[in-house]
């Protein structure tokens, strides 16, 4: 069931060597791990993400050259890749369109600083996790959804999300806010709206993974980083 994906692991590389800091914005995607959780995931993925490669269990967007904002247990982190995260495997992607790497990072932050200064949390979404293995296809529908998450947030509520929900709702709400963008920029994002068409909760992430690795025109695969290095 999941030979296709698996065989066209074997032949994918970065099309240019990989070098340099990591960019703000970037979606890092991780392999999995011999930790429950990640078995776990790993499990649920292959069993409900068909044709998918299930190996990869977390995403995450980087805020600069060495943090991740991430869900995980304890709801929103804000870790480091040289000490925290140096184990872990991640896929690094990247989208020439900056602007809106540099508005999805931003949207990152933001939600940090409210998680850590609101009465409200941002939490982690177990069952969101587990309904993603679905593949759903909701459309977006909802265009104010940072300001109803901040509300519910600075209002005593808490907000869930897993981890690849977060990734595709940073970059959902900086094309919102595209309009905001110089026209020359703007004027080729259409094709990005239709790429993330979905709800962000429709996305597990080995979709996630699957649909940045066919993305080429959007988004680029740079490579496998762990430990502050390139692999």
Request: hydrophobic share 40%.
């Amino acid at each position: 069931m999941f030979g296709e994906s698996y065989f066209k692991e074997l032949f994918r590389k970065p099309a240019t060597k990989p070098g340099g800091p990591l960019q703000p914005g970037d979606i890092l995607i991780k392999h999995v791990t011999m930790s429950g959780i990640g078995i776990g995931i790993l499990a649920g993925q292959a069993l409900g993400s068909a044709g998918m490669d299930a190996r990869w269990v977390h995403a995450g967007i980087a805020t600069s050259h060495d943090m991740i904002a991430e869900m995980d247990g304890h709801g929103l982190q804000h870790n480091c890749l040289a000490t925290t995260d140096r184990e872990f495997k991640y896929r690094v992607f990247r989208t020439a369109h900056r602007n809106v790497a540099i508005g999805a990072c931003e949207t990152a932050k933001m939600l940090l600083g409210f998680h850590a200064n609101a009465k409200g949390r941002l939490t982690y979404s177990l069952a969101g996790a587990a309904k993603s293995i679905t593949l759903t296809t909701n459309k977006v529908s909802n265009t104010d959804r940072i300001n109803k998450i901040l509300d519910a947030l600075l209002s005593g509520r808490d907000v869930s999300l897993f981890c690849s929900e977060l990734v595709v709702l940073c970059y959902l709400v900086a094309l919102e806010q595209s309009s905001l963008l110089p026209r020359k920029q703007g004027a080729s994002l259409p094709a990005m709206s239709q790429f993330f068409a979905y709800e962000p909760k429709e996305y597990s992430p080995a979709y996630l993974h699957e649909m940045l690795c066919d993305g080429k025109s959007l988004f680029s695969y740079v490579g496998d980083y762990q430990g502050m290095k390139w692999l």
